[in-house]
């Protein structure tokens, strides 16, 4: 199996909660693919293994299926948008590689 790397832009979206996680939708036609493509690397809860890059930051990380948006999920932590100067509704354009 070949990794791939997926140029994404999205947008960065807060969930509503005192957690106040900031995530990104993978957009649907990215998100079929690598359903297509990785599914027999998922781990708990459907999670991939993957590496993300925006901007200057590059970190290892996991996404998660969304059956209600209908993409995977990839949260961003608050390291991530303090150096990058993420906010909510922003839209990004990144890097997915899924670690094999």
Same mark, same amino acid.
């Given at each position: 199996?070949?990794?791939?790397?997926?140029?994404?832009?999205?947008?960065?979206?807060?969930?509503?909660?005192?957690?106040a996680?900031?995530?990104?939708?993978?957009?649907?036609?990215?998100?079929?693919?690598i359903?297509?493509? +990785?599914?027999?690397?998922?781990?708990?809860?459907?999670?991939?293994?993957?590496?993300?890059?925006?901007?200057?930051?590059?970190?290892?990380?996991?996404? +998660?299926?969304?059956?209600?948006?209908?993409?995977?999920?990839?949260?961003?932590?608050?390291?991530?948008?303090?150096?990058?100067?993420?906010?909510?509704?922003?839209?990004?354009? +990144?890097?997915?590689?899924?670690?094999?």
């Amino acid at each position: 199996m070949q990794a791939l790397e997926y140029k994404i832009t999205a947008k960065v979206w807060l969930y509503p909660g005192v957690a106040a996680w900031h995530f990104i939708t993978i957009p649907t036609k990215q998100s079929d693919e690598i359903k297509t493509r +990785f599914s027999a690397l998922k781990r708990g809860w459907g999670s991939l293994r993957v590496n993300i890059t925006i901007g200057k930051t590059n970190w290892d990380t996991s996404i +998660f299926p969304d059956q209600k948006r209908g993409g995977y999920l990839l949260p961003l932590k608050k390291e991530v948008r303090k150096k990058e100067k993420i906010i909510n509704g922003d839209t990004l354009t +990144f890097s997915l590689q899924i670690k094999l």
